[in-house]
């Protein structure tokens, strides 16, 4: 009876070591840990952007070229991050993405382009991110204060008047 006991024993004990190895050996290749909304941790495969920054502010920028900021962010996750879309706010933003897949751990970037021509004043403006990540759909900001340019003659156009004699 003894004997049969040990035996059973060291049967337990080994596959329960190989079991704990097979863990060891998944979280290795295994999954990311994120808080969800609910603010609790929660373990994924899936891909993960890792942005150093999501939102820019330009300040105070001359009305007429274009201005641009580029978005870095990391695929922290552990399948390829693949963006299917990113859209602009207004016409006035015109964004640029990766179109080929972003493996786990590398870097890329997604560029905002802002026209300041003809736009004077504030402007705040989102670039809405699609994409298979965690979470499909993520936002990044730009904002800044577009100051007008000044012309020669700041007065309103005169109407001419007509060459047809009345």
Same mark, same amino acid.
């Given at each position: ?5 040990? !035996? ?22 295994? !999954? ?55 859209? !602009? ?78």
């Amino acid at each position: 009876m003894k004997k049969v006991f040990i !035996a059973v024993l060291a049967l337990v004990l080994v596959a329960y070591s190989q079991n704990t190895f097979a863990q060891a050996g998944d979280q290795e290749k295994g !999954a990311s840990f994120i808080l969800n909304e609910d603010g609790d941790l929660e373990e994924t495969t899936a891909p993960v952007f890792e942005f150093e920054q999501e939102s820019h502010d330009f300040g105070e920028i001359p009305e007429g070229p274009k201005v641009s900021y580029e978005f870095k962010f990391t695929n922290v996750g552990k399948e390829p991050l693949i963006i299917k879309h990113v859209k !602009a706010s207004c016409g006035c933003t015109t964004p640029e993405w990766p179109k080929e897949p972003i493996m786990p751990g590398e870097e890329s970037t997604i560029k905002a382009v802002y026209n300041t021509s003809k736009r004077p004043g504030p402007f705040n403006k989102s670039i809405t991110i699609t994409s298979n990540a965690y979470t499909p759909t993520k936002r990044l900001f730009i904002k800044g204060k577009v100051d007008r340019a000044e012309t020669e003659n700041p007065a309103l156009p005169v109407k001419k008047k007509s060459i047809v004699s009345e």
